[in-house]
Each structure stands twice: as C-alpha cells, then as structure tokens.
C-alpha cells in the first residue's frame, strides 16, 4: 500500500475511534493499540509531511506552539446572556417573550457549563479556528490548543453545512482537576484554585502538549449558520450529532424541551438538587426559546438575546456552630486545622467538617471555637467557611489561639518563613507521619503492593510489626497471621505483593519515599538525571538547582531528607531488601551520544515543543539544566527568553544556540 493511502487509511480509523471513546462513550479498541497505530502515523507523517493532513488525529497530542496569539473579530459577536435568580424573575422573562411573538412557545432548558467559552469555525468540514471570547468582539486565536480537545471533531462527518460556527464551554473535568491538583500536591507545588479559572488559564499556555495533557473537555451550546439549517435550537443539537459532535444526553435530563415556566422551574429545581453529581461544574441553568423564526422576531438588546435567559444557582450557604478546632497532621508532617462543626445539611449531604487551611486563615476571619459560622458550597464538592456570624458571637469567647506542639507526638510545631503551614519535625517518631508514609509507599502509583491496604498497615503498625517502610520487608508469615482478619491466604498474598514490588522502577521507588515535595514527575526527572540513588544522595544544592524543572525548595528538601541517618538506614535496608535503586539503562533509547555529558539549557519559545526539543537533548546523550551555571556548556535561545538569563550566560561566556544550529549539530 502506498504511504499516503495508509496516512488515508490511518487517520481514517484513529478519527473513527476518537469518536467512538471521547463523543459516544464506547470503546472497541485497547489504549495500547490505539497508540500503536497513532505512533504509525506519527512516524509516516513526520517522514512525508506532504501528506499528513492538518488536522490529522496527531494534532490531539499537542506539540505546536502558539508563541502570540493572534487577535482575531468573531463572525458573530459573542454576547453574554442576562441573569435570573427566581422564579418571578423567569415569569417576567416568559411574560417579555409572548407579548413580543404569537402562538405557543417552547423553550429549551439547558446546563449552564461552568468554564471558558469558545467559538469554533468549520469549513468544509474541517476544523479551522477556534478563538476565546475576548471582549465579545474579538478574541484570541486558540486553535493549536482547541484541537487537542477530543471531544471536539477535527473533521466533520454526514451532511454538515460547508462554513458554520459553533459555540460552547471548555470545562475542567472535576476528575482531572483533581487529579492535577493532587499531583501538583504531591510535587509540593501551589494547588489551582477552581476548575474554571484553571480551564482559562489552560486553553492560553502556549505548549499545545501541556493543554492536551490535561484532560480538558467541551460542552458545546450553539449552532450559527448563515441559513438557518434546523427549525429549532433543540433540533439542532440532535442534528449536530450526525456531524460527529458530543452533544448533552437527552435521556439524562441535560437538555429538554418545555412548554411552561413550571416545567422550566422543575428542570432548575432538578439540577439545583443534582449538580452535585455531574462530572463537571455548572453555575446555573440557561432557558432559549427553541424556535429559531421566533428567536429572529425577538432578536437582541445591546448585549444579549431577548430569547434567552440564565437562571444562576446561590451557592447554598447555612449557618452552623464551630464546635472544635482540632488540627491533622499529614504523612510529611504538615498541620491543617479541621473545623468540627454541628452537623448540618447543605446542599444535600450532611457537613461535618470543613478545613480551615493554615494559622493564616483563622487570623484572617478571626474564627473561634463556639462562634456561629457560615459555611457554604457551590459547584464544588468541599464546604468552606467563609465567615462568622459576629452578632452571634459569644461575649466569654476567646482567641483561637494556634497550638504549638504537635497533637500527636507533642513535638515544638516549626514553621518555615514564607510557608502557610506549620510542621511537625519529628518524621519519624509521629504516627499520623510513620503511617502516613507507608500509606504512600503501598500506594498504586509508587510499589503498588497488592495485598497491603491502609488498616492493614495500621494494623501492623499497633502490632508493633512495622514502624517503618523497611520494616514491611522483614515481615513474615508466622508474625502476620495471628493478627485479626488474617488468614492463610491474605498473608501470603500480603507478602508475594512484597515481593513482587522489588521489581518496581527506580522512579517510583523514589517517589514511594514520600521525600517532601517529590512528586511523580519530579522522581521521574532526579531518577532519569542521577540514575541512581548513591548519586543523588551525593548531590548538593548547586547541583540539585541545575537540574532540568528543580527549584530550589525540592533540592532542599532532597539535601534534608538524606541529611538525616535514620532516611539512610531506611534506604539502605531497602537496597539490602532488593528494591530498585537504579534505573534500567536499557530503556533508555540513545539516538546519538554527540552530546553526550554536555549540560544544556533550553529558554524561550521555539518552532518545536520546548518538551520535544528538551527529549531530543536527551537522547543524544545531553542533560538539561534549568538554570545558567559555569556547569552549563550551552544554552539554546528561542524567543521571548528572559533577559536575566541572557545577562547570566553572557557573562559566564555560556556558548549560545538556536533550535536550528542544534538541529544542524544533531544530524548526521
Ligand atoms: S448560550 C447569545 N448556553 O454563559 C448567548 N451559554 O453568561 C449565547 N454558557 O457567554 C450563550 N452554558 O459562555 C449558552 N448552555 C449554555 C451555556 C452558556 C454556559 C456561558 C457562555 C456565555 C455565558 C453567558
């Protein structure tokens, strides 16, 4: 078969599955052979450029870099929609509507996505543009960035109109939101704050490659046409369907059609109760007049369609009595204040607690125990307290008064200047911090210990079997089973999970350690960067600093962590134990060693993903570096680079690149 029939054929079937998984919800093929046949593209397409199209499924991975992005005036400006917030307020609008147009009126009742709007441009079927909202007029050009969304179609199927808009919401999924949040704790970087401002800043990163890894997702609301196509706004979002679009599920209430302010108040009242449950956040409801004849013959006020209003959810907030500040400590030792409230229900479920973050906070709102408290919810699954209620304050009530020593351990709390958080420093005799830690070590993204849970870790823990994560490895049959809940067969299970957890990588053994502020990604970088831990135990600060996305707060983390005897013990039992201590150099795959020992610093934007361009260093053989040193032997420039940086390598007479005189060092 000839090169471009299988680039054809392809893209043909990786579109197919796209569709398929992200817009039908059905899979008919594994992850791993889906990656087989997108690598098979990539390779083809990368070899004959000519013929790789546009908008090709390869697009989804990212890779292109907007370095500015362009402002572009929308066909249709962008208007925003006028707020509701009862039921008197939707009777006026209905009232508006019929003595502006005759005969019945049906209205469609949708979800009002909580995210960032966008407005997409098809031609002929391919997707060409897509641009931010801006000031409704004109936005900025996100295309690179929108296509690695999968719900949304690159290349359109069925019937659809050759040049057409199409509106909707890019939205956090919560599942990802969280998930990215948990691996930035995790890494010990600052947490995003809410789905939405997170779905905006991501849409406008300029590596297409970090967009697409963060599982962004669109909801899309509105169709604009030239020629009206569909007789209704109802109508039209079933049609899109047959052109590859995700549409919202009729048969799970996320769009219906009604013919009264009753039945619209129903649906409000329904999401109102159940917004809790949906996979992303929502604000509120949007109610459109369906027929697309009446929606002209009411047309628009300066800055939104008398067709269409929105009806916005209070965040529900209740009053409650603070009964009790207690305080938590984490598996790295860190204290949060709990708020021990009088139960009350809120927004469906019953609130107990609620954090109260750090020290600063409880200044801040000047909270105390027995004072009377609002506590509120919105999209979001956690209650937050954000106020008290001072006319009800108790008059002998006192200052909350931060503890000092640890709840657990009684240990002096220490606080590093500049941090939120207060700490308890005595890691390995405070228990909430030794089981916490093993908790971690078994976890499924670091040993994944089949067998071993977080009660039977507690439990070996109070049988004085394990005090530490080495410790598990000593275990054996006859000092497990006599525990509780113990038979023959989860013991050995418990220990053939041991076992085979010695063949874990490198990586994530290092990760497993709960080392203060190294995540997954940054285990992944010291691993691939030391290759083994004698290495990085000998790594000091400058060294740690120089090395590719190590700040300074992980290198002093990771100097205090092997500072300390009792962290070496620990690892050097784990050495005598079997567990990997060293990466697998043959996975490693090395194309070339031409820069073999060569310490690199990649800075600013370039033709490439800086991510690409960082690989390729690595497999020739070079280190990157994230900042200038006399260590550094050459910096690759691209645009936009800092000037402080420049002044540095200037300075130290650091050799300087561009990405194309590198890519001219690195051929053959
Ligand atoms: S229709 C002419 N439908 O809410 C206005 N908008 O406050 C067309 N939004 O800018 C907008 N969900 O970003 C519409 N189902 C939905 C929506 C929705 C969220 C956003 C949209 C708009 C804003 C208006």
């Given at each position: 078969m000839s090169v471009e029939k299988r680039i054809n054929e392809l893209t043909e079937i990786l579109n197919t599955h796209n569709h398929n998984y992200?817009?039908?919800?059905?899979?008919?093929?594994?992850d791993y052979e889906f990656d087989q046949l997108l690598k098979e593209l990539q390779k083809l397409e990368e070899e004959n450029p000519l013929f790789a199209f546009t908008n090709s499924p390869t697009k989804r991975v990212g890779g292109d870099i907007t370095k500015k992005f362009k402002t572009v005036k929308h066909r249709f400006p962008m208007l925003s929609l006028s707020n509701s917030y009862s039921k008197e307020e939707i009777e006026e609008f209905d009232t508006r509507v019929r003595k502006l147009v005759d005969g019945d009126i049906e209205y469609v009742c949708e979800l009002k996505y909580d995210g960032v709007a966008i407005s997409i441009t098809y031609e002929n079927g391919q997707l060409v543009k897509a641009i931010t909202r801006g000031d409704g007029v004109q936005g900025e050009d996100v295309t690179a960035n929108v296509k690695?969304?999968?719900?949304?179609?690159l290349s359109l199927k069925g019937n659809y109109p050759q040049d057409f808009d199409i509106r909707g919401e890019i939205v956090f999924p919560l599942a990802a939101f969280e998930q990215l949040n948990k691996e930035r704790a995790e890494a010990g970087e600052a947490l995003f704050a809410n789905p939405r401002n997170t779905a905006s800043g991501t849409i406008k990163m300029q590596d297409s490659t970090i967009v697409a890894s963060r599982g962004l997702d669109c909801q899309l609301y509105q169709l604009y046409t030239?020629?009206?196509?569909?007789?209704g706004h109802f109508e039209a979002v079933k049609g899109i369907a047959e052109f590859g679009f995700k549409i919202p599920s009729i048969n799970d209430n996320f769009i219906k059609k009604v013919n009264s302010v009753d039945k619209v108040m129903e649906f409000i009242n329904y999401w109102n109760e159940n917004r809790i449950d949906l996979p992303f956040e929502i604000d509120g409801i949007v109610i459109k007049v369906n027929s697309y004849y009446k929606q002209e013959e009411l047309g628009f006020t300066a800055k939104s369609p008398r067709w269409a209003i929105a009806y916005k959810f209070k965040a529900e907030r209740v009053s409650t009595v603070l009964e009790k500040i207690t305080y938590q400590v984490g598996r790295t030792g860190a204290v949060t204040p709990v708020a021990n409230l009088k139960p009350v229900q809120l927004a469906g479920t019953t609130v107990k607690r609620a954090s109260l973050h750090n020290a600063d906070q409880i200044e801040k709102l000047d909270i105390r125990e027995n004072d009377t408290v609002f506590v509120e919810k919105g999209g979001e699954i956690i209650p937050k307290i954000?106020?008290?209620d001072f006319n009800a304050r108790l008059e002998n009530s006192l200052t909350t008064k931060y503890i000092?020593?640890?709840?657990?351990?009684n240990t002096e709390l220490i606080r590093v200047e500049g941090e939120a958080q207060h700490y308890c420093p005595n890691s390995l005799g405070c228990k909430p911090q030794i089981i916490g830690r093993m908790e971690h070590f078994i976890g499924r993204k670091m040993m994944d210990v089949d067998g071993l849970g977080v009660e039977t870790v507690t439990q070996l823990f109070e049988a004085q079997l394990v005090e530490n994560i080495a410790d598990l490895y000593d275990l054996t049959f006859d000092q497990v089973i006599p525990l509780e809940r113990m038979a023959e067969k989860s013991v050995n299970n418990l220990l053939a999970g041991l076992e085979k957890s010695k063949k874990v990588p490198f990586e994530k053994v290092l990760f497993a350690l709960g080392i203060r502020y190294v995540g997954e990604t940054v285990a992944k970088k010291l691993a691939k960067h030391y290759k083994n831990i004698e290495a990085l135990e000998r790594a000091d600060l400058d060294s740690l600093v120089a090395v590719d996305e190590i700040g300074e707060r992980i290198a002093e983390s990771v100097v205090d962590y092997f500072s300390n005897e009792g962290n070496r013990i620990i690892i050097n039992r784990l050495k005598e134990a079997g567990l990997q201590f060293q990466i697998d150099e043959s996975q490693d795959k090395q194309e070339s060693s031409k820069l073999a020992g060569k310490s690199i610093v990649v800075s600013g934007v370039f033709e490439m993903s800086r991510n690409d361009l960082k690989k390729l260093i690595e497999s020739h053989g070079g280190k990157n570096g994230s900042s200038i040193s006399?260590?550094?032997?050459y910096l690759v420039r691209g645009e936009n680079m800092g000037p402080s940086k420049l002044a540095k390598a200037e300075k130290l007479g650091v050799e300087m690149l561009s990405e194309k005189e590198l890519l001219e060092m690195l051929r053959d």
């Open positions: 992200y817009v039908l919800n059905k899979s008919e093929i594994s690695t969304i999968r719900s949304i179609p030239e020629e009206p196509m569909f007789k954000i106020g008290v000092e020593n640890c709840p657990e351990c006399s260590k550094t032997d």
